[in-house]
């Protein structure tokens, strides 16, 4: 039998509504650290157990977004891999872009989740249903967090985040008894 980690039953309740869920990139699906190679182009180290989790989630019909200030061609090379649809690069407002994709979608923010780390996130983190932050998320963020990852960003706490919904919308035993990844 699989155990799942003890998540506080408010975070549980909240996760059990989201059909959206956005991610800022870096210092969240990325450890933060801006590498660029000697042509000016940046690269990123991700983390492949975040990358099945929003597949799964992909798959168990909830959406993903990525959103982040910065424009990364690496970015747009894992979303394309993750076939994520909502890519939206070189946002200034986070909220606007979430508020955006939520209508259009069909959906209130009460239905939407959002994992950042730091001073650019904190308005689409107050706004959401459910705001998720990385273990290593800047002090400011930490308080406006309903639920912090037990793994930094760029280290696993993507996919934190995904078994979380996983876990509040019943899908996890679905998941293991199919027994391959999607």
Do not use: N
């Amino acid at each position: 039998m699989i155990t799942s980690p003890a998540y506080p039953g408010a975070v549980l309740g909240r996760a059990a509504k989201i059909r959206l869920i956005g991610f800022d990139v870096d210092g969240t699906l990325t450890d933060g650290s801006l590498l660029y190679g000697s042509d000016g182009q940046d690269q990123k180290k991700f983390h492949v157990q975040d990358g099945m989790g929003l597949a799964l989630l992909r798959q168990a019909g909830i959406e993903v977004a990525l959103v982040s200030a910065r424009r990364s061609a690496a970015v747009e090379a894992r979303s394309r891999e993750l076939h994520i649809a909502h890519v939206h690069l070189g946002q200034r407002s986070k909220l606007a872009c979430m508020q955006g994709i939520a209508q259009e979608l069909g959906i209130g923010m009460e239905a939407v989740a959002f994992m950042g780390d730091d001073l650019p996130d904190l308005a689409v983190l107050r706004d959401v249903g459910l705001a998720i932050a990385p273990a290593d998320a800047h002090h400011w963020v930490l308080p406006v967090a309903h639920w912090v990852t037990p793994r930094c960003g760029g280290l696993g706490a993507g996919r934190d985040a995904c078994d979380l919904l996983l876990h509040a919308q019943g899908r996890i035993d679905a998941i293991l008894a199919h027994g391959e990844a999607p």
